[in-house]
């Protein structure tokens, strides 16, 4: 497609359980990045990924939280035994990094509720 | 700790009028500057960037950068409703390889 694409749309589970939520970026694009924004609130940075390099998973709010990325293409963001505070939509982007750094595309985000 | 600071407002102005929006941060590292609009329910999209100091114009936008303050500015001149939106500043500490880190944006509301 066009644009980025993230899925679930929408995510109900119950507290404890896992869940996975997947962000397919724009073609080309070598950059990647998880963002998660709670009610009313700004992005929350959580991980950029950028080709092959480490990612800088500085953003990740618990060892509860891992993203996973092959190469320049789709990502994963895993939250394990989920609770209550995680309840949030979280918004893949991506962009050109080395062309036009700080020009991201977002995708609809994936919105989570804790039960 | 990199912190990109932002009043949550709301700033509300009437139609016609210019809107000023502010941004400070903490890193004097940065590179480069971003202005978002994010919609309500909406995901962000990029409106503005600048890299230097002093001011970049584009349409009824003009951004303004002083990085011996650390400080960075969104005017919008004859502001409409159809801004009403959150707007979000973004800093990126180097040019490329570095996450972009948002502040929580400032909310504004344009009365017809």
């Known amino acids: 497609g066009a644009g980025v694409s993230q899925s679930p749309s929408n995510k109900v589970t119950e507290k404890g359980k896992d869940v996975e939520l997947r962000c397919d970026p724009i073609?080309?694009?070598?950059?990647l990045y998880w963002y998660r924004q709670r009610l009313g609130q700004g992005l929350e940075f959580l991980i950029y990924?950028?080709?092959?390099?480490?990612?800088?998973k500085s953003g990740l709010p618990s060892d509860r939280f891992s993203a996973e990325r092959t190469g320049e293409s789709v990502s994963t963001l895993t939250i394990q035994r989920t609770q209550q505070e995680d309840s949030a939509v979280y918004l893949c982007?991506?962009?050109?990094?080395?062309?036009?750094?700080?020009?991201?595309?977002f995708g609809e985000g994936s919105r989570l509720t804790v039960l | 700790q990199k912190e990109v600071e932002q009043n949550s407002g709301p700033l509300s102005v009437p139609e016609g009028a210019i809107a000023s929006l502010n941004c400070t941060y903490s890193?004097?590292?940065?590179?480069?500057f971003f202005w978002y609009r994010q919609y309500s329910g909406k995901s962000p999209e990029l409106i503005m960037f600048?890299?230097?100091?002093g001011d970049k114009e584009d349409g009824r936008f003009t951004a303004q950068l002083n990085k011996a303050s650390q400080y960075v500015s969104l005017l919008i001149r004859d502001s409409q409703p159809s801004d009403s939106a959150t707007y979000l500043c973004?800093?990126?500490?180097?040019?490329?390889?570095?996450?972009?880190?948002f502040g929580k944006g400032t909310t504004l509301s344009v009365s017809s």
């Open positions: 990924f950028q080709g092959n390099s480490a990612p800088d």
């Open positions: 890193d004097r590292g940065s590179q480069s």
């Open positions: 973004a800093v990126n500490i180097g040019w490329a390889g570095t996450a972009l880190i």
């Open positions: 982007a991506s962009s050109r990094d080395r062309v036009f750094p700080g020009e991201l595309f």
């Open positions: 600048i890299y230097s100091n």
């Open positions: 073609s080309g694009h070598t950059a």
